[in-house]
């Protein structure tokens, strides 16, 4: 059954992955810092008094705050306790090697002095280019630093939910050029960024309008060469997001995991693309918000092993932070920083530039393929009590050492592809990295 193709003129540039050095770059750092960082880190989900438990970021709409009264926040924002140098520090410590921050979120206020609006912190009382701070503090530290950007913007006059009228058009029209400015400022004016994250382009308005997602791709690439882009921006002749109608991808790499991760034996599809998954500690907070009560707060060891689950299946893993009002980082993330952050400083070699292995998901854990050939890493999160791990290997494989730490483990051939490792009879507080070494058939 012929499948119909459709001819497009916006939709995927390319297919199969990116194979430049700026894409093996963004490929091999796998774990990221993602920041939300805007006005709303202000009010951090409370607004006179009540508590609003919809995300802390969505504050103006849950609480139905009347634009002027939200965008005098501005006037407030000065966050006595920010060290960008101190953000960084905690970002290498936790083993991040990108940074993913906030630009301009939903409500429209830029974290760097645009000059195509006001509602800039350059007219807040801190008053310096906090964007440049943060490049800059990241950078010396070797992590790259990639511009979030939301399309969907609730402050501008001209921005359209839907284009239903002439009007909406030429609104919308003004709205799209607008963007294309600040994000050809950002291009220019930090030219250490190494990628840009969309969000916020899901209405039908942006939609509507596909060639400009497309000129805007282009536009990047040509303002800084290597410069990576999301599927997210994109949007095709037909309406089509993050795929094109003819199912190619569309952008650098897919980011529509969002809270939730790739199923390691159904969704084994992501592993022929790029792809990266964004993750809140909290159920639903990017923003930062005073009560951390209302949902569950996932712990050090359920986010590692949500960021061994995505390298396993060859994609990047950007963990969130939503830094208070006052420039401070909560405890809770602290924490987490520095626990994920020790465990990664013995075996982050487990998960920079490493991927899918393409064996059978296993019950202990995960495994992730580094670039030597033969090799592969078991990291075990699940421990049978017997201390005895069971290895399928596809046909053909063999097994030829299994050791952790340097010290060699008993390898046991016990049927037909399948062996098993001997481990110790004993509780681990962290998870366990075994490497395997694989010889072909023979
Ligand atoms: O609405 C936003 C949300 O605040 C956050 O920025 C996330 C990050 O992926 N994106 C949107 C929801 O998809």
């Known amino acids: 059954d012929a499948k119909k193709e459709f001819k497009l003129q916006y939709g995927a540039q390319r297919t199969g992955k990116r194979t430049d050095a700026a894409m093996e770059r ?19 989900g409370v607004w006179n008094g009540k508590t609003y438990n919809y995300a802390a970021e969505f504050l103006k709409s849950s609480a139905k705050i009347p634009g002027s009264t939200w965008d005098s926040l501005m006037y407030q924002f000065n966050p006595k306790k920010f060290s960008a140098k101190e953000w960084a520090r905690m970002a290498k410590r936790m083993g991040a090697k990108y940074m993913t ?4 979120h939903h409500e429209g206020f830029c974290l760097w002095p ?28 070797g992590i790259d630093v990639n511009f979030y950007y939301s399309v969907l913007d609730w402050h501008h006059p001209d921005w359209r939910y839907d284009i239903k009228s002439p009007e909406d058009s030429v609104a919308f029209r003004r709205y799209l050029d607008f963007a294309f400015n600040q994000l050809k400022e950002l291009a220019t004016n930090y030219p250490t ?4 994250w969309f969000d916020g382009t899901w209405d039908n308005s942006v939609k509507k309008n596909g060639w400009w997602t497309y000129e805007v791709e282009q536009m990047l690439k040509q303002v800084s060469p290597g410069a990576i882009v999301n599927s997210r921006l994109r949007a095709d002749d037909r309406g089509a997001r993050h795929f094109d109608s003819n199912g190619q991808l569309m952008g650098d790499y897919e980011s529509g995991y969002e809270r939730r991760l790739p199923d390691p034996v159904t969704d084994l599809k992501v592993t022929k693309w790029d792809w990266e998954a964004c993750m809140t500690v909290p159920e639903n907070q990017w923003g930062y918000h005073k009560d951390w009560s209302i949902s569950h707060v996932k712990s050090p060891l359920e986010l590692l092993e949500m960021l061994v689950h995505t390298t396993s299946m060859g994609g990047n893993f950007l963990l969130n932070f939503g830094p208070a009002g006052d ?27 490493s991927g899918y292995a393409g064996w059978e998901k296993q019950d202990w854990g995960y495994f992730t393929a580094p670039s030597r050939p033969n090799t592969l890493n078991m990291v075990v999160f699940n421990l049978p009590v017997s201390g005895l791990l069971k290895v399928k290997v596809p046909a053909g494989v063999k097994i030829s050492t299994a050791s952790t730490g340097g010290k060699k483990l008993r390898v046991e051939e016990i049927a037909k592809n399948q062996y098993l490792v001997h481990f110790e009879r004993k509780w681990f507080a962290m998870p366990q990295v075994i490497v395997l070494e694989t010889g072909g058939e023979g």
């Open 101 to 104: 921050i906030t630009t301009k």
């Open 193 to 196: 960024v190494k990628a840009f």
């Open 327 to 353: 420039g401070s980082i909560r405890p809770e993330e602290q924490r987490i920083a520095a626990e994920i952050g020790s465990w990664m400083q013995n075996n982050g070699n487990v998960i920079y530039n």
């Open 26 to 44: 963004w490929r091999g750092n796998r774990f990221g810092q993602f920041i939300h960082w805007g006005l709303y880190a202000i009010p951090g």
């Open 114 to 141: 645009s000059r195509f609006t006001e509602f800039n912190i350059s007219r807040t009382p801190y008053g310096k280019d906090i964007l440049k701070e943060l490049v800059d503090a990241y950078n010396a530290e």
